[in-house]
């Protein structure tokens, strides 16, 4: 059998404002304004959810 890759584990919005040290009102409002990558959110229905490695490749990429 093959084994498959560990899954990227999704960050819900507290944990992503955890990480981004950012309030909750200031992440949606980066959503709404689409200033996150969009390969970095996932909607499941209402609920939305952050790639972590992704997230964290995208900082590291604006703070070079």
Known sequence: MELLPPADPLWTIP???SWL???E???RTML???QLPA???VRIGRRIRF???TLCAWVERRSA
């Open 51 to 53: 790639k972590s490695t």
């Open 39 to 41: 390969e970095a959110v």
């Open 32 to 34: 709404r304004r689409n």
């Open 15 to 17: 944990q992503a404002c």
């Open 21 to 23: 040290s950012l309030t």
């Open 25 to 27: 009102h200031a992440l």
